[in-house]
């Protein structure tokens, strides 16, 4: 079953804007990550968060972790046509395992 | 060049064959997974492994077969019993299994 629910399913913006996504989850987690899947292609990792972290940044990517509300933000900031793609948030569920349960994403769209 | 391959890119199948998908990592991780990603939706995982010889079921394995006979290669399998195969397969591989996963860039299987 689906642990991550990634919201909006789709979104639509110009090049410049800046790009919200969340994630919410249902049980405790260890860790939470993102991933971005351009059309066809296989996933590409972009931010992992520890439950014990809050706000993490890599370049324009900036990720929120609100434990207390079992939830993610991924924020991309001065968007570019070229960061049109699904985006995926997915969570251990706390095992340590390493399985993953991924959300069913977001499918951004940059326009020019 | 360091990376995960999957071979081949499309794949097509006959009612009633087996058909085995390839994975090979030269990263030197010890967990190799599968996935299945239908449209519009997130991964869904089938088997992984942590550890050569090793391997357990994923949340949906029935009509599935791997093995893991070497730490760098995870072919999947997919047999006659699997009743609606058509879908993108993605296998991924982590240096253990709380770290990052990687993923390959998947293979397309259509049933004919």
């Known amino acids: 079953s689906q642990q991550g629910e990634e919201d909006p399913q789709a979104l639509s913006i110009q090049e410049g804007e800046n790009a919200t996504m969340n994630c919410s989850y249902k049980?405790?987690?260890?860790?939470l990550q993102w991933y971005r899947q351009n059309s066809g292609r296989g996933l590409v990792h972009l931010i992992l968060?520890?439950?014990?972290?809050r706000e993490k940044h890599s370049g324009r990517l900036r990720v929120t972790l609100d434990t207390s509300k079992k939830s993610s933000s991924l924020l991309i900031t001065a968007s570019r046509a070229a960061d049109t793609a699904s985006y995926f948030c997915a969570t251990d569920r706390g095992s340590t395992l390493g399985r993953l349960y991924f959300g069913r994403g977001t499918q951004l769209t940059v326009w020019p | 060049d360091g990376g995960i391959t999957q071979s081949p890119k499309y794949l097509f199948r006959k009612e009633g064959q087996n058909v085995t998908l390839s994975c090979e990592q030269n990263l030197n991780h010890d967990a190799m997974y599968w996935y299945r990603q239908d449209p519009g939706q997130g991964l869904r995982l089938i088997y992984y492994?942590?550890?050569?010889?090793?391997?357990q079921k994923g949340d949906i394995a029935e009509g599935y077969s791997v093995s893991r006979e070497k730490k760098e290669s995870f072919p999947l399998t997919v047999t006659s019993a699997q009743k609606n195969p058509t879908a993108f397969y993605l296998c991924?591989?982590?240096?253990?299994?709380?770290?990052?996963?990687?993923f390959g860039p998947g293979t397309r299987l259509t049933v004919l």
């Open positions: 049980t405790s987690i260890n860790n």
């Open positions: 991924a591989s982590s240096r253990d299994r709380a770290d990052t996963q990687y």
């Open positions: 492994s942590q550890i050569v010889n090793d391997f």
């Open positions: 968060i520890r439950s014990n972290e």
